[in-house]
């Protein structure tokens, strides 16, 4: 079992940005493929950016290319998302998730565990 902790969530004006964070106390997250996912009210749970565990490839969303980050800190076993220029559409609670395939995807149903999750509000 693999606990997953998010954190750097919060209230950010638009244009502003924000690092979440996750991390495994207990586990290494070296082997696995590491995904972000966010969940606006009423909507379904959506993949906004994955990270594989063997080549370290990287995917995101259309609506956030060139605006978030993700990355990887295995010395920390650590997973970050970088979110710049963020805007109202963006509010939403943002878990991560890991996928012990190791190859990355953006489809939740592919991944085996699941943090609780962080509010991300985009407001003026």
């Known amino acids: 079992q693999v606990q997953l902790v998010e954190s750097g969530g919060g209230l950010v004006q638009p244009g502003g940005s924000l690092r979440l964070s996750c991390t495994a106390p207990?586990?290494?997250?070296?082997?696995?493929?590491m995904g972000w996912f966010r969940q606006a009210p009423g909507k379904e749970r959506e993949g906004v950016s994955c990270i594989s565990s063997t080549d370290g490839s990287t995917y995101y969303a259309d609506s956030v290319k060139g605006r978030f980050t993700i990355s990887r800190d295995n010395a920390k076993n650590t997973v970050y998302l970088q979110m710049n220029s963020l805007k109202p559409e963006d509010t939403a609670v943002y878990y991560c998730a890991a996928d012990v395939k190791g190859w990355a995807t953006l489809y939740p149903f592919e991944y085996d565990y699941w943090g609780q999750g962080t509010q991300v509000t985009v407001s003026s």
């Open positions: 207990g586990s290494t997250l070296n082997y696995y493929a």
